[in-house]
């Protein structure tokens, strides 16, 4: 049986999450029987180890001078010293002046706030380079929301959001576009069954090869 803390609250809906220490969530609305929510965990059982498994590979990013992430599947080295606060690329250097260089949480705050700079173009972007054939389906252009997911690289909502993943910064510019198609597909088909994938085909013939890239343990916030 997998262990996991159980947090009720006024959600609709069941949630898991695997924190990046390997513990188990779920999320479950006030009501939820625990017989369901018990249910609902041992469905999922293989995804959790394979989750787990992949929390276990994914080296630990460090946020000091001289470390290395990746930003858009490139590998940037931080230059982290002392000097007035910001934060700008040079080249294969993402240069960052703080008063305290030497704690790690300043740096990794300050780099944060610059990939949320750098995200916001780049996502409308792919959504707008995509979006034409929805839009001539009749369906409106959803409004982005750039958020720090733990189990999930997009969503679409209901109230016409949708949302990405800041961490898909890491990884190449393919595997945005197909967190966005995938998602856009959702506004003709709402759940994963053939005629979502049929559709997938049609708009990203790669898509399937685009989305292995995502199991690369790449560094990340």
């Not at 049986?1 to 999320?27: C, H």
Request: glycine share 6%; charged share 25%.
């Amino acid at each position: 049986m997998t262990d996991y803390q159980l947090i009720r609250s006024k959600r609709r809906s069941l949630e898991l999450r695997v924190l990046e220490d390997g513990r188990v969530q779920v999320r479950a609305p006030n009501r939820a029987p625990l017989r369901m929510v018990q249910a609902f965990v041992d469905s999922r059982r293989q995804w959790i180890r394979d989750q787990q498994q992949r929390q276990a590979r994914r080296p630990r990013q460090r946020w000091q001078d001289g470390a290395a992430f990746c930003f858009r599947g490139e590998p940037l080295q931080l230059d982290v010293c002392q000097g007035v606060s910001r934060v700008q690329r040079q080249g294969g250097y993402l240069q960052v002046r703080l008063a305290e260089p030497d704690q790690e949480a300043p740096v990794q705050s300050a780099v944060e706030n610059w990939l949320r700079r750098q995200a916001r173009p780049l996502f409308e972007d792919s959504i707008d380079r995509q979006f034409g054939w929805f839009a001539a389906q009749g369906y409106n252009r959803p409004t982005l929301r750039v958020k720090k997911m733990r189990t999930r690289w997009g969503s679409l909502s209901a109230r016409g959001y949708i949302n990405l993943n800041l961490a898909l910064l890491h990884y190449p510019p393919a595997v945005l576009d197909y967190v966005v198609m995938h998602e856009l597909c959702h506004l003709q088909h709402m759940d994963h069954g053939p005629g979502f994938h049929a559709l997938m085909d049609a708009r990203m013939p790669d898509w399937r090869q685009r989305k292995a890239l995502l199991e690369q343990p790449l560094y990340q916030p």
